[in-house]
């Protein structure tokens, strides 16, 4: 194209009614207008939360045992760092695979029959659940019998992941084009094998996000995990055995002492550690996601 031959959105843009640009072009402010309005919370939260967190930030904030006692200075948040990547990463080897599958049957084989429905009504319940009840939930089944455990924790988080990794799943397994699996099943694939090689690479970037969504949910849960973890000031990688914390558990248990510096930042370094950690995940899904994306667009997958 030249420079003097204008582009075909140039060209349809000129061809429509005076009438018909202006209301496109306050469709457009409204949007913008939207979007604005959204980034002004989201923006003003993140500044006020890396503000106040590198107060308390540093090496020796993420390395160090905790103080035994929160309203003491020093000490740092590594039992909460660990604690939240082994509950939460025990979680979701919990909730995803079971989640993924049961999408799978959902949109490959269950339709709109009888037990399809069940599973999806049941997801759409489980999801309307509070947290602090499914840690009530977990507690009663679990804590009272085994005790104060990571594992507690894990269950807890696992059944809120659940119907969000089966949700997102499903939705994304359906937006995968009818003609990709007749074109497999056309070649002599079985279903299964049509599935794990056509079907499931072509949903893995909006699979990936849902699961990175999960996840990031779980992250943030306090309400369950305090009534199945316990409280603890050291590192704990075993989730089947002895009390355990995370970093969610010590901003609820340090701002509740809001009136002691010591306390305020820690609470404030843990939310900005919490945030450094989902904002990590997050882009490491999106790479992912995106490398799933060219391999398919290449057909490598």
Request: net charge positive; aromatic share 8%.
């Amino acid at each position: 194209m030249t420079a003097t031959q204008p582009s075909s959105a140039v060209t349809l843009q000129r061809s429509l009614s005076p009438g018909r640009r202006a209301r496109n072009a306050l469709a457009t402010a409204w949007m913008v207008g939207a979007l604005a309005m959204a980034l002004v919370p989201l923006a003003f939260l993140v500044g006020y939360v890396v503000r106040a967190g590198m107060k308390a930030f540093s090496w020796s904030f993420i390395t160090n045992d905790l103080p035994v006692v929160t309203t003491l200075p020093g000490g740092g948040i590594a039992p909460a760092i660990v604690g939240t990547l082994v509950i939460t990463g025990f979680a979701a080897l919990l909730a995803v695979p079971l989640g993924v599958l049961a999408a799978i049957y959902l949109n490959e084989y269950g339709g709109k029959g009888r037990i399809a429905s069940l599973v999806r009504f049941l997801s759409e319940v489980m999801s309307g659940v509070p947290s602090v009840v499914m840690g009530l939930f977990i507690f009663t089944l679990y804590t009272l019998r085994e005790g104060l455990q990571g594992l507690g924790g894990s269950l807890a988080l696992a059944c809120l992941m659940l119907p969000i990794v089966i949700r997102s799943t499903e939705e994304m397994l359906r937006l995968v084009p009818v003609e990709l699996r007749q074109g497999s099943l056309a070649l002599g694939c079985p279903q299964w094998r049509t599935i794990v090689t056509v079907v499931l690479p072509a949903g893995a970037p909006g699979i990936v996000s849902g699961v990175m969504l999960a996840i990031a949910r779980a992250a943030g849960e306090t309400a369950p995990l305090l009534f199945t973890i316990g409280l603890t000031s050291t590192t704990n990688v075993n989730v089947f055995k002895g009390t355990n914390t995370t970093l969610s558990a010590q901003i609820f248990a340090n701002a509740q002492n809001m009136v002691f510096p010591a306390a305020r930042d820690r609470a404030w370094g843990a939310a900005l550690t919490l945030v450094v950690i989902v904002l990590v995940f997050s882009l490491a899904a999106r790479f992912v996601s995106g490398r799933f994306a060219t391999r398919t667009q290449h057909g490598t997958v």
